[in-house]
């Protein structure tokens, strides 16, 4: 949802430039195999990884390990916008890890105002967060003084 919200949505690319980090990362692993990359062919290969294989082909990927010219557009020969959505990516996963979104439930979708935690989400007790504290007032301005008021 987040990288189709953009004014150029990047999902399909995206998907592609992890694909193919997938794909130079099995090429490491296997030098002589006859493993062509193709977009329809390799299609997921980044999602049958294991976790610490995702990681590497995100390091290949941090760390310009991956030919520039090949990937796709707007990622092409630029190794900026290739950092951003390296950033981007973690921070949206950490995001989503530790927010509440899943405790919404079915509600998740509604605009704020109809949105209402439905269970405890799971990344609170990882993080030893106690929760939404209710009863909290607003701020209503600076404390004055009454050496303050004299002066005028």
Do not use: C
């Not at 995206?14 to 329809?40: M, N, V």
């Not at 919404?104 to 990344?123: C, D, I, K, M, W």
Request: hydrophobic share 35%; proline share 7%; aromatic share 18%.
């Amino acid at each position: 949802m987040s990288l189709d919200s953009l004014p150029v949505p990047l999902t399909e690319e995206t998907s592609q430039l992890l694909d193919l980090s997938a794909f130079y990362l099995y090429k490491k692993r296997y030098p002589l195999s006859f493993f062509i990359y193709h977009t329809h062919t390799s299609k997921a290969l980044f999602s049958t990884l294991s976790r610490k294989d995702r990681l590497r082909a995100i390091e290949l990927l941090e760390n310009l390990k991956v030919p520039l010219d090949i990937l796709p557009v707007p990622y092409k020969n630029n190794p900026s916008l290739l950092q951003i959505m390296i950033d981007s990516l973690y921070q949206l996963t950490f995001f989503g890890y530790y927010s509440e979104w899943y405790g919404y439930g079915e509600t998740r979708l509604n605009s704020p105002a109809f949105r209402y935690l439905r269970t405890y989400p799971v990344s609170w007790t990882y993080t030893g967060y106690p929760g939404p504290s209710f009863g909290y007032r607003d701020f209503r301005g600076f404390l004055l003084k009454m050496e303050d008021l004299k002066q005028e």
